[in-house]
């Protein structure tokens, strides 16, 4: 599922598998349903 933030005034959409950051929900949407990262980045 794509989190939502607010950076600068924008709002941003964050693939929750790799952390890819879109400016458009769709893209971001459509972006995580093809992601083939299983593990999130962030997780060390
Ligand atoms: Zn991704």
């Not at 607010?6 to 459509?30: I, K």
């Amino acid at each position: 599922m794509v989190s939502q933030t607010e950076r600068d005034e924008m709002t941003w959409y964050e693939c929750e598998h790799c952390g890819l950051m879109f400016d458009d929900e769709s893209d971001a949407d459509q972006h995580e349903r093809n992601c083939d990262s299983e593990e999130p980045s962030y997780i060390q």
